[in-house]
Nanobody, 123 residues
Framework: QVQLVESGGGLVQAGGSLRLSCAAS????????MGWFCQAPGKEREFVAA????????FYADSVKDRFTISRDNAKNTVYLQMNSLKPEDTANYYC????????????????WGQGTQVTVSS
């Protein structure tokens, strides 16, 4: 089992920044690719970003490319999502997820999930 706890969400004005963190505990963190997903009310969970087990490779949804940066610190068992130039359409609950093996854009391919942290961007 892997336990994931997100933090760092909040209310921010458009153009502002937030940094989300996801702390993992349980099994060996570096064995898992990590992903961030978001879900707005009435919508499906969407892929935001993912990072390989070593942190050497990162992947982004087109909508966040050049604005968001995913990173991880395997020594601290933590994955981060730096969110810059935030837009009202980024408003959603953000979840981190862990997947044994390689990354995926498909949320159903992830094995463990955090409880989510709310991000609200005002215009």
């Amino acid at each position: 089992q892997v336990q994931l706890v997100e933090s760092g969400g909040g209310l921010v004005q458009a153009g502002g920044s937030l940094r989300l963190s996801c702390a993992a505990s349980g099994r060996t963190f570096s064995n898992y690719a990590m992903g961030w997903f978001c879900q707005a009310p009435g919508k499906e969970r969407e892929f935001v970003a993912a990072i390989s087990r070593s942190g050497d490779s990162t992947f982004y949804a087109d909508s966040v490319k050049d604005r968001f940066t995913i990173s991880r610190d395997n020594a601290k068992n933590t994955v981060y999502l730096q969110m810059n130039s935030l837009k009202p359409e980024d408003t959603a609950n953000y979840y981190c997820a862990a997947r044994g093996g390689s990354w995926s854009r498909t949320y159903t391919n992830y094995d463990y999930w955090g409880q989510g942290t709310q991000v609200t961007v005002s215009s």
